[in-house]
């Protein structure tokens, strides 16, 4: 694997970690206010899915 492979999949790795913290915390400020609907929870389970989807694809070509 190349240098710049591994670098690549380092930064967007973290791109995609931030992307899940912002959508947990979205969710858990909900949570705390009592007032946790469906949006909180969609932007949640799209942050999840964002994240582990695009880390997974990352990883995929970083190995090739």
């Known amino acids: 694997m190349s240098r710049t ?3 690549a999949f380092l930064i967007l790795s973290l791109v995609a970690a931030f992307c ?3 959508a947990v915390l979205l969710v858990l400020n909900e949570a705390v ?3 946790i609907g469906a949006r ?3 932007a949640g ?3 999840g899915a964002l994240s ?3 880390a997974w694809l990352w990883f995929r070509a970083a190995l090739q």
């Open 5 to 7: 492979a591994v670098f």
């Open 20 to 22: 899940f913290g912002a």
């Open 33 to 35: 206010l009592g007032r």
């Open 40 to 42: 909180a929870l969609a």
């Open 45 to 47: 389970l799209a942050g």
């Open 52 to 54: 582990g989807g695009l």
